[in-house]
C-alpha cells in the first residue's frame, strides 16, 4: 500500500535565529508540539547526527517511546536552511515503526519565513495496520503537525506561550461537544421521539396556536436544534457560534418564564438551566478568539 507523506507548511513572522531556536532546542520545541510529550538529547559525538529519545502520551497511563537523528544546520547561500531527521520506534504498541523527514527554513521577501515540514514512515502490523493508518493515524499525526505548526506561530508572533494556546483550544472544543450534545439531545429526544407535551403548551400559551400547529412547530424546532448541535461540530468559526448563544438563550428563557411561570419554582429549571448555558458562552467567546486551528497550514505541496 502506497503512504502518502506529510506535508505541513506555514508562514511566519519572525527572525530566523528565533525559530531555528524554538525548533531545534528540544526544552522548547516538546513545548509547541503535539507530537511529543518530552524530548532528550544525547550526549553528541564528533562527526555523527544529533541522537535524541522522545516520549508520547497516547492517554490511559500508556506512552510511546522511540528514538530519533537529527541532522540541522545545512544552511544555502540562498539564507535557507534544512534539518533532516530519522525516527522510529521498537514499541510493538507504536503504528509508526520507522520513518524520516525534514524540516526547511525558506525566507521571503517580505521579512517572512516559510516553514515546512516533509515526513513520511512505515507502519506497523501489516496491512490492518496499513488501512488504519491510511485511514485514522496519518491523517491525524497530519493534523496535530499542522496545529502545533499554528501554535508555534502565535507564539513567536504574538507571544503567547504554547501551554496557554492549548488549554483555549481544548477548552474550547470541550465546550463544542458539550453544546452539539444540549442541542442534539434537546432536538431528538423531548421533540422528535417523544413530543414532550410542556414542549407544545408553551408554544400555544406563547402564539395563538391550535395543538396541532404547536406539535408540527414542535417538531420544527427539533430539526432546527439539531441541525444547531451538529453545526457545532463541522462550522469553524465557533466564536461566532458562542455570540449566537448569548442572544439565543435569554430568548428562549424568557418565553419559557413568560408561557409558564410555575418553571421557576422547580429544580434545574429554565431560568437556571439557560443562565448557565448563557455563563459558559460567554466563556467561550473569550477562550476561542485567535484559538489555534490546522486550517490556517498548508497541507500539499
Known sequence: ?????????????????????????????????????????????????????YKTKIGFGLEIE????????????????????????????????????????????????????????????????????KLIFRPMIGWGTALSFDVLKNWLEKGETPASQYIRF?????????????????GLVPKLLYMYPDEVTMLTKTIPLTYSQGEFMVYVAGVLEMLFGVLWLFYRNKRRL???????????????????????????????????????SVIGILLSKGVPTAKNCKRKR
Open 242 to 280: 458562542f455570540v449566537v448563544q448569548v442572544v439565543m438563550f435569554p430568548i428562549l428563557m424568557l418565553g419559557a418564564i413568560l408561557a409558564e411561570p410555575g418553571y421557576v419554582i422547580q429544580p434545574f429549571n429554565p431560568l437556571t438551566f439557560n443562565l448557565a448555558l448563557i455563563i459558559l
Open 170 to 186: 481544548f477548552c474550547t472544543w470541550i465546550l463544542s461537544f458539550f453544546f452539539a450534545l444540549i442541542w442534539i439531545y434537546h
Open 66 to 133: 522511540g528514538w530519533g537523528r537529527s541532522v540541522g544546520g545545512h544552511h544555502a547561500e540562498d539564507g535557507s536552511r534544512t534539518s533532516s531527521l530519522h525516527f522510529g520506534t521498537d514499541q510493538s504498541i507504536s503504528i509508526i515503526r520507522e520513518g524520516r523527514g525534514y524540516w526547511k527554513y525558506i525566507p521571503e521577501s517580505n521579512h517572512s519565513i516559510t516553514f515546512l515540514t516533509q515526513y513520511n514512515y512505515e507502519p506497523s502490523f501489516g496491512k490492518l495496520g496499513a488501512l488504519f493508518d
Open 1 to 53: 500500500m502506497k503512504h502518502n507523506p506529510i506535508y505541513v507548511e506555514i508562514p511566519l513572522h519572525t527572525d530566523m535565529a528565533k525559530l531555528w531556536q524554538a525548533t531545534q532546542q528540544p526544552d522548547l520545541h516538546e513545548q509547541w508540539d503535539l507530537r511529543f510529550s518530552s524530548i532528550t538529547y544525547m550526549p553528541k559525538k564528533d562527526g555523527k547526527p544529533q541522537e535524541f529519545s
